[in-house]
């Protein structure tokens, strides 16, 4: 493998999507990962491990992912762009340390490779049941950012767009792949560094004798400083001022939350829309689900059905607006997913009754028969 001087493979390549993921880890200017092997997300790092060396970076094998999900935020404040990755039981073990990197305003990466649970579940086989996890996890009131890639290509693409939008918003980005898309080989495009966009670290310009950590900008989002760089400063997961210090009282706490929620507020949403208008019905999917309703969305037009496409990537924050739109301009939208039933009922809420909302659910260890989701599309439209 040839890379170039700052560690981007480019060119046409034929990868799976744990590969694709770190592939755009390196790109975005990752250069610190830590983790524990588990199913199906190894891969990711056993790659990261192997090229890493070439490019200049540490990969740590922890003893376990609570270890994991706390190192790569101290290699943050040191300086480093850093992720973990995990699945399932591990997801669950690093729940706290989301809640701390939320709090502290610690911009990084965490990728979960979903699998069928609960517990040990089933270690080789896709789900999607992690989505609410992903968002509601760890305790008390806070914000996250998640992603859905639907292929090896994305995996990569969307990987460098989490670590954008972690430093944008200094907060934590999950990447949401399943098993399928984890283990799918396809074609994967890296263009030239010169041609990613990497946003850049925001760091302070005050001088050290003005500096207050969290102390944010017009958009909410306060500038950081590293170790060594000659500020001092202090990192709780308390409730704190912008300071930095603990400040245990009910104002400081209702300040700080709100800011951390509403700093997300302009978070984009990605999403692929397409035969919405005068459509009966809409499919909202996301990950590999929505390349099985892809099938089953043309199945229906076989049958003269007029039914649209909403993919999910952006699943946190949750696309409300969209999903209200589109609510009122169908008779139903169907949301097939690999669990009994989350996301879908994000869709419902969102719809505030406008239309009716058809889950399709499955338990996982495969994905769903395309004739699954074109039964509900037929429902549907009945």
Same mark, same amino acid.
Not at 125 to 133: E, G, K, T
Not at 160 to 186: C, K, L, S, Y
Not at 191 to 207: D, G, Q, S, V
Not at 357 to 373: C, F, K, L, M
């Given at each position: 493998?040839?890379?170039?001087?700052?560690?981007?493979?480019?060119?046409?390549?034929?990868?799976?999507?744990?590969?694709?993921? &770190?592939?755009?880890?390196?790109?975005?200017?990752?250069?610190?990962?830590?983790?524990?092997?588990?199913?199906?997300?190894?891969?990711?790092?056993?790659?990261?491990?192997?090229?890493?060396?070439?490019?200049?970076?540490?990969?740590?094998?922890?003893?376990?992912?609570?270890?994991?999900?706390?190192?790569?935020?101290?290699?943050?404040?040191?300086?480093? /762009?850093?992720?973990?990755?995990?699945?399932?039981?591990?997801?669950?073990?690093?729940?706290?340390?989301?809640?701390?990197?939320?709090?502290?305003?610690?911009? &990084?990466?965490?990728?979960?490779?979903?699998?069928?649970?609960?517990?040990?579940?089933?270690?080789?086989?896709?789900?999607?049941?992690?989505?609410?996890?992903?968002?509601?996890?760890?305790?008390?009131?806070?914000?996250?950012?998640?992603? &859905?890639?639907?292929?090896?290509?994305?995996?990569?693409?969307?990987?460098?767009?989490?670590?954008?939008?972690?430093?944008?918003?200094?907060?934590?980005?999950?990447?949401?792949?399943?098993?399928?898309?984890?283990?799918?080989?396809?074609?994967?495009?890296?263009?030239?560094?010169?041609?990613?966009?990497?946003?850049?670290?925001?760091?302070?310009?005050?001088?050290?004798?003005?500096? /207050?950590?969290?102390?944010?900008?017009?958009?909410?989002?306060?500038?950081?400083?590293?170790?060594?760089?000659?500020?001092?400063?202090?990192?709780?997961?308390?409730?704190?001022?912008?300071?930095?210090?603990?400040?245990?009282?009910?104002?400081?706490?209702?300040?700080?939350?709100?800011?951390?929620?509403? /700093?997300?507020?302009?978070?984009?949403?990605?999403?692929?829309?397409?035969?919405?208008?005068?459509?009966?019905?809409?499919?909202?999917?996301?990950?590999?689900?929505?390349?099985?309703?892809?099938?089953?969305?043309?199945?229906?037009?076989?049958?003269?059905?007029?039914?649209?496409?909403?993919?999910?990537?952006?699943?946190?924050?949750?696309?409300?607006?969209?999903?209200?739109?589109?609510?009122?301009?169908?008779?139903?939208?169907?949301?097939?997913?690999?669990?009994?039933?989350?996301?879908?009922?994000?869709?419902?809420?969102?719809?505030?009754?406008?239309?009716?909302?058809?889950?399709?659910?499955?338990?996982?260890?495969?994905?769903?028969?395309?004739?699954?989701?074109?039964?509900?599309?037929?429902?549907?439209?009945?």
């Amino acid at each position: 493998m040839q890379a170039d001087p700052k560690g981007v493979l480019t060119g046409v390549h034929f990868l799976d999507g744990d590969h694709a993921c &770190c592939e755009g880890a390196l790109a975005a200017g990752a250069r610190f990962a830590s983790g524990y092997p588990i199913t199906p997300s190894t891969e990711v790092v056993e790659r990261f491990a192997a090229r890493i060396p070439t490019v200049g970076g540490v990969f740590i094998q922890m003893e376990d992912e609570l270890a994991a999900s706390i190192t790569l935020q101290g290699a943050v404040w040191a300086g480093a /762009k850093a992720f973990t990755v995990t699945s399932g039981p591990g997801f669950s073990l690093m729940m706290e340390h989301i809640g701390y990197a939320a709090m502290t305003e610690t911009p &990084c990466v965490f990728v979960n490779v979903q699998r069928g649970g609960p517990s040990t579940g089933l270690p080789t086989l896709p789900a999607q049941a992690d989505m609410m996890q992903a968002r509601w996890g760890s305790h008390g009131d806070y914000g996250i950012i998640a992603l &859905c890639p639907n292929s090896p290509q994305e995996c990569f693409d969307l990987t460098i767009e989490a670590f954008n939008q972690a430093e944008r918003f200094r907060v934590p980005v999950m990447v949401m792949m399943d098993e399928v898309v984890g283990h799918m080989t396809e074609k994967v495009v890296i263009p030239p560094a010169e041609r990613i966009e990497i946003y850049p670290r925001r760091l302070t310009t005050a001088p050290p004798e003005d500096f /207050k950590p969290f102390q944010p900008d017009d958009d909410l989002v306060p500038p950081m400083v590293h170790a060594g760089m000659g500020y001092n400063f202090h990192v709780t997961g308390l409730t704190h001022d912008e300071r930095g210090y603990p400040s245990m009282t009910p104002e400081t706490q209702d300040r700080l939350l709100r800011r951390l929620q509403k /700093k997300l507020e302009t978070v984009p949403m990605l999403y692929e829309a397409e035969g919405i208008d005068g459509a009966e019905a809409v499919v909202v999917s996301y990950g590999i689900t929505s390349r099985v309703a892809q099938r089953s969305i043309e199945l229906a037009r076989e049958k003269g059905i007029r039914v649209g496409k909403f993919r999910m990537i952006t699943a946190w924050p949750f696309p409300d607006a969209e999903i209200a739109a589109l609510a009122g301009q169908v008779k139903a939208l169907v949301v097939p997913e690999l669990n009994l039933g989350q996301m879908s009922r994000e869709v419902e809420r969102a719809a505030r009754g406008q239309t009716k909302v058809i889950g399709v659910p499955h338990a996982g260890g495969s994905v769903h028969r395309p004739e699954q989701i074109l039964k509900a599309i037929e429902e549907a439209v009945r």
